[in-house]
């Protein structure tokens, strides 16, 4: 089944990927097999235990259902401070 | 309030913002860019943020902040962009009555900011790279090689250490539930050893009745979080580890998470009741997680180790379900002498010590019983259970959620929740008039459960529990349906006086 989603990239995942957003179709079920989708297409080297995701500013789990329409965002590790 | 700049921070102007004259102290924190990260030379960094999520995760760090600690007003500035060597890339400011608690919220709050706010720096080394910096988790970056760290000196002319053995404990992860009387004086020795990664895991506050047996903590430390006090502590003794404080106890909805993202070596329980026992249990088995248990009780204890990968079986081998309700008391209840949990937690840290070494005589298959007072010891083995669910051929007991155990959980859900005595009508003769009153589903008209009460939630309610469990099975366990693990005796509400619930474990 697809879902069109909007993806948000930042830090590592934005160079890779070389934009800051974009929108795309996916069969994905949760956010985990959509970052597995994504990090073939784009080549993300991190794995999917330290990547970490947020929907409308909030972190959400790697679980959550990818819907139609959701702005994902990726986080890889954040550095702050 | 929390904010970002893109132009040099100015601590004048920041100050300026505290003007609360019942403030006695202002506690300022400044990270600076300094010129060098592990081993390399650097040149500059370029902070990289997700504004909105920033400010929005910052804004709930500080909220957090104010209502963990007793203090007056915060503000911090995060500068995002380029800087050069020795610019200031955060600045935090708290202002308290008294010093103390400004201490602790600001160091709290840089805990907080450098795993939560989505703010990401890249640094550029004088060699040309640049690289994306991963932060540790640690307060300070440990040694290079452990096995050449001075304080281990005296413990690696062990054959059964060495140079190999504390590289080991520097790789190790632990998680830790409860820092309570078990889990200060396993936590204080393990850190002393040398375990690299410590996460401590509980939702409780310090309390001068904890005093006796709870060694990590000083009087200064009433009222505070458990798990962030014992880490404060235990960074202050061993600074070159990593050790991360979680305020929260650690549930069935949230351990799992902790276990994935963490992985530990082993998981440590340091719990005292026997619902965290089995949630934690189940867990850590099903993801194949080595656990160190023990149980104190008055003047005696238990301690064993629980590892999937040994194939010896699990507690609930032995130990197929839960006490009932009120058969042993906890230590608030039954009373404990200090050194009881004192020596039981110390094994459990020589357990935990001879599963990263891989030293003999593991109690994988044993349960080690200590008798305070006469100081004997003994080694049970423990029967492996061909029928337990550990052995993969019959399910494991549905967790938590929708299994109920007396409790607050189950205390709040059944203020709302409609009650179905699914039992065979010829068992309520002679039932009292409140249990008369609870409508009666006997087996065959199961299934009709969902459409014939469509309100939720819904708890099933049965002689044991062990029927009412199995009922949630066949009805695939929907949302908001209950099983009740006791005796429907054990419900006693719908009758005038407010529901009464057994104290909880």
């Known amino acids: ?81 | 309030m929390f904010t970002l700049s893109e132009r040099p921070l100015e601590p004048e102007t920041l100050t300026r913002k505290f003007e609360n004259p019942r403030a006695g102290a202002l506690v300022i924190f400044e990270g600076w860019v300094r010129n060098h990260h592990n081993g390399r030379d650097v040149s500059g960094l370029t902070y990289e943020a997700y504004p909105d999520m920033a400010i929005k995760e910052g804004e709930r760090i500080l909220q957090t902040a104010r209502q963990r600690f007793a203090i007056l007003d915060v503000h911090v500035a995060h500068r995002i962009g380029s800087t050069d060597i020795g610019e200031r890339a955060i600045w935090v400011g708290v202002t308290s009555e008294h010093r103390q608690e400004a201490f602790l919220a600001c160091r709290w709050i840089m805990d907080e900011i450098k795993t939560r706010v989505p703010i990401w720096k890249k640094e550029a080394y004088v060699e040309g790279e640049v690289e994306w910096v991963h932060a540790s988790e640690g307060s300070t970056a440990a040694p290079a090689d452990p096995a050449a760290h001075p304080r281990y000196v005296r413990q690696m002319p062990l054959r059964e250490v060495g140079p190999d053995g504390q590289r080991k404990l520097a790789d190790a992860r632990l998680l830790v539930i409860g820092a309570g009387g078990l889990g200060c004086p396993a936590l204080l020795y393990l850190a002393a050893a040398g375990v690299g990664h410590i996460t401590i895991c509980d939702g409780d506050r310090v309390e001068e009745s904890n005093l006796h047996r709870q060694t990590l903590f000083t009087a200064v430390d009433i009222g505070r979080n458990k798990a962030e006090a014992a880490a404060d502590r235990l960074r202050a003794y061993h600074p070159q580890l990593s050790v991360r404080a979680v305020a929260d106890a650690a549930t069935d909805e949230s351990l799992p998470g902790l276990l994935q993202t963490m992985i530990p070596s082993a998981v440590l329980d340091c719990t005292d009741s026997f619902e965290s026992k089995y949630t934690i249990h189940d867990l850590c088995w099903r993801n194949g997680t080595p656990l160190i248990q023990a149980a104190v009780y008055q003047l005696d204890g238990w301690v064993q180790l629980i590892d999937p990968r040994a194939e010896q079986g699990c507690m609930r081998c032995l130990w197929p379900e839960p006490p009932a309700v009120g058969c042993v008391g906890n230590c608030s209840e039954a009373g404990v002498l200090g050194v009881t949990p004192g020596l039981l937690g110390m094994h459990q840290a020589i357990e935990v010590i001879k599963l990263l070494l891989d030293l003999p005589d593991r109690l994988e298959d044993a349960t080690l019983y200590v008798d305070v007072l006469s100081g004997e010891t003994r080694r049970l083995r423990r029967p492996v259970r061909e029928a337990c669910p550990c052995r993969g051929r019959t399910p494991w007991p549905n967790l938590g959620n929708s299994l109920l155990y007396p409790g607050k959980r189950a205390r709040a859900l059944i203020r709302d929740a409609i009650l179905l005595d699914i039992r065979e009508p010829a068992e309520r003769n002679g039932n009292p008039d409140w249990i008369q009153r609870i409508p009666n589903v006997p087996r065959a008209e199961w299934e009709q459960i969902p459409e014939r009460y469509p309100d939720r939630p819904i708890i099933l309610c049965c002689s044991g529990g062990v029927r009412s469990r199995k009922c949630l099975e066949r009805l695939g366990h929907p949302p908001d349906i209950y099983a009740w693990s006791r005796s429907i005796h054990d419900m006693r509400c719908g009758c005038p006086a407010e529901s009464q619930m057994p104290e909880k474990l």
């Open chain 1, 1 to 81: 089944m697809s879902t069109i989603v909007h993806v948000q990239y930042f830090a590592v995942f934005r160079e890779k990927a070389a934009c800051t957003k974009e929108t795309r179709t996916t069969e994905a079920a949760t956010l985990s097999d959509l970052y597995t989708e994504l990090s073939r297409d784009h080549g993300f080297s991190l794995p999917p235990d330290q990547v970490r995701f947020a929907v409308n500013e909030d972190y959400v789990p790697q679980e959550a259902r990818v819907e139609e329409g959701m702005t994902v965002t990726l986080i890889p590790p954040v550095a702050g401070g």
